[in-house]
């Protein structure tokens, strides 16, 4: 049997229900990356840190188990993949888990707390991951007494659903370690990102928050509402980015033009450091968004409500086009016509 942190040069040699997994914090992605484990047959301990997740955790693990198999991602009932789950608040039943992933909030006193309890259960060869958003993994592996063995897993929610997930070294993780969660990932059904060097915000967020930074830039100084930026934003990139990343597209759609616009375009970006007033004025004022009817747009109560339900249905549809769609989806169609000429070869 592969050792945890082995790395082989193609698929992995084990099998998930092979893999003990525990997940620590179940609250909105604890509960979906759950999910996403139990679905790709990992057998899964769910630990709650807080009392109020062992009321919550089950009934939104099992919604999403249902929802799946209506959306035909799994053929099985939920309760098939109960059998496989344990939720406890008792950390010593990570004992046996191989992987660990931590998901509570983003805060480094309670993440350095969880870390403890979980580095005094588990055996010297597990590996320990943490979803933080903005953490660097270099700081949080500072808290832990193997930090070659602590990485970063960022997932996205609804994590049983999106393709995406980044494995984030820190200054002093092996990499091995992480080529080995990279391709275990593939079980969950990701197309994974490997962060080599750790850096604050990782990729994703990096990318993204260079876009946010300019959405406010646009709305704060008049050139146009919100509503306008977000229109732009869903008909532009949000037109071809399930097919392609950025580089792809500046191939698909011409490379020299992108070299003649950023010349002139890129010293007029915003370079701004502090928080925009704009969302700093929501927040000071108790807006979260659709959770709560209040953020960059005003909701009515049922509003907010098919909001959040028409991003989960949503959820599903892209993920279907997004198969359909993968990485390697040229790679694939040459090998389909190489197959086609050889049959017809005489
Ligand atoms: N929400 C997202 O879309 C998203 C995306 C990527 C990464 N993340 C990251 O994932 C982590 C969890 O985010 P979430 O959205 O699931 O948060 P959440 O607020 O839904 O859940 C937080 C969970 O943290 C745990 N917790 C709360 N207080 C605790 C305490 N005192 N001690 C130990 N555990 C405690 C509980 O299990 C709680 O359910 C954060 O680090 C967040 O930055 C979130």
New binding site residues.
Partial sequence: MMETGESTAGQPAETPAQIPVGV?????????ITTCLLMAGHPVVA????P??MQ??LPRIGEHLTKSREQGLVTESPDHYFNNLTLTEDYGRLGNCRLVI??????LD??R??YRKIEAVVADDALMT??????PISILQQETSRPERFLGL????PSHTTRFLEVICGDRTDLRHAEWLYEISHFWNKEPTLVRKDIRGFISNRLMYAMYREAFYLVENGYATVEDVDRACRNNAGYWMTLVGLFRWMDLTGVPAYHTVLTDLFPTLSNRTDVPPLIDDIVKAGGKGVLNAHGFYEYTEEEARLWRETFEEFSYEIRRLALKYPADVVKKKLAANAGDKTETQP
Avoid: F, R, Y
């Avoid at 630990?47 to 807080?50: G, S, Y």
């Avoid at 943490?130 to 953490?135: D, L, Q």
């Fill in positions: 620590v914090g179940l609250g909105l992605m604890g509960c979906s630990v709650a840190p807080i109020a997740d919550t955790a931590e998901c509570t909030l983003e805060n309670i993440k707390t969880v943490s979803n933080t958003s903005a953490i960022h997932w996205a929610e």
